[in-house]
């Protein structure tokens, strides 16, 4: 084993408090949140059970995984968050300043839609 994969190996958990192993080094049985949304899961409540230690920009990174016995179904979306997650979409294309929906996203740096930040010109 390279020096790094056996700095992060700790199967048992004695030297981070959880199991711990190195990138792509885990065994079987075990998914990040990402893992488990892409199977239509979700972690259920359950702590997390092992993490994966890598060397990262920034320092050492780290990835927590979840038991996939422990994991349940996604639940649906309800109407009602469907509703709320298109109000809020419909806000972010609105205009403060002259009420306009436009077809894009109102920047967050000019607080307006693109022609009521440009300056006015004056003609001579």
């Known amino acids: 084993m390279a020096r790094v994969r056996t700095a992060f190996h700790d199967p048992d ?6 199991p711990t ?3 792509q080094g885990a065994p079987p049985g075990y998914a990040t949140r990402r893992q488990l949304r892409a199977r239509g899961l979700r972690p259920a409540g359950q702590p997390v059970a092992a993490q994966v ?7 050492t990174r780290a990835a927590y995984l979840y ?4 994991a349940r179904p996604k639940r649906p ?3 009602a968050q469907l509703r709320a997650v ?5 806000a972010r294309r609105t205009c403060p300043t002259c009420r306009t929906v436009r077809p894009y996203y109102i920047p ?3 607080g307006e839609c693109l ?6 010109k004056e003609t001579p």
């Open 13 to 18: 958990g004695a030297r981070y408090g959880i």
């Open 53 to 59: 230690l890598w060397r990262g920009v920034g320092g």
């Open 77 to 79: 979306t309800t109407a």
């Open 21 to 23: 192993y190195w990138w």
């Open 86 to 90: 298109a109000a809020a979409l419909l």
């Open 108 to 110: 967050r740096s000019l």
């Open 67 to 70: 038991r996939l016995d422990l």
């Open 115 to 120: 022609p009521c930040s440009e300056p006015v």
